[in-house]
């Protein structure tokens, strides 16, 4: 089946570490999508990457960081600069060239992350 | 820029009750809309989009939701609310025509279902 795996589900961070949360997609999609869910928030953008070794900032990048050296894999990395990362993090993907912005965003299931 | 606006954080309705989410965007330019739902702990699934094809849009689980362009609105129903419809809903716009990627979300309408 084609989709999109989130590991881990929950991760535990102690304050001051650094921790990666994997997303990989087998749907064979150009873009992919970082977003962070917070209760009563939405879904704010993080990070999204058009293609592979390019990505580009969305709306709360600062104490993020993420890599595309592969098409279909997106880790995030959040760092100890984040002031306050608990939160649940959704991965998403999308196919079409430029130009098609009517294709929808496929989600991963996420990771809770929570930072004791 | 664009964004849209969710009346209502929570709704609750009766079992067999009629549904209405509201939702109301704003955007430079035509936008393309559209509806997804979140189960505890989950993933977004979509629900349906509006891609200007046509005005009424009909999606998965009975959904369906009506493009007003005079109205800026794409509110979301369903006739008659089924246990399983409890969840989170999100309306999210973003615009039309090349380079558009990224999907402005609301804050979502968690929606209950009374038995």
């Known amino acids: 089946d084609g989709g999109i795996t989130q590991s881990p589900k929950y991760l535990f961070r102690k304050e001051g570490q650094n921790v990666t949360l994997s997303c990989e997609q087998n749907?064979?999609?150009?873009?992919m999508y970082w977003y962070r869910q917070d209760p009563g928030q939405g879904l704010r953008l993080i990070y999204y990457?058009?293609?592979?070794?390019?990505?580009q900032k969305g709306d709360i990048a600062e104490g993020y960081s993420v890599s595309r050296e592969k098409k279909e894999s997106f880790p995030l990395t959040v760092t100890s600069a984040q002031k306050n990362p608990t939160a649940f993090y959704l991965c998403?993907?999308?196919?079409?060239?430029?130009?098609?912005?009517?294709?929808?965003?496929?989600f991963g299931p996420g990771t809770r992350l929570t930072v004791l | 820029a664009q964004s849209v606006t969710q009346l209502g954080s929570h709704v609750s309705v009766s079992e067999g009750a009629l549904v209405l989410l509201r939702c109301n965007y704003s955007?430079?330019?035509?936008?393309?809309l559209f509806w997804y739902v979140q189960y505890p702990n989950q993933g977004l699934q979509l629900l349906l989009k509006?891609?200007?094809?046509?005005?009424l849009v009909k999606g998965i689980n009975g959904f369906e939701a009506e493009f007003k362009k005079s109205e800026t609105s794409f509110h979301l129903t369903k006739p008659s609310a089924h246990m399983s419809d409890a969840a989170e809903y999100f309306c999210?716009?973003?615009?039309?025509?090349?380079?558009?990627?990224?999907?402005?979300f609301g804050k979502g309408t968690k929606l209950s279902v009374i038995p």
């Open positions: 998403a993907s999308r196919s079409g060239a430029r130009g098609h912005s009517y294709n929808e965003q496929f």
């Open positions: 749907l064979n999609h150009d873009a």
């Open positions: 990457s058009q293609i592979v070794n390019d990505f």
């Open positions: 955007s430079s330019v035509p936008p393309y």
């Open positions: 509006y891609t200007s094809a046509a005005t």
């Open positions: 999210a716009v973003t615009p039309s025509g090349a380079g558009s990627y990224q999907l402005t």
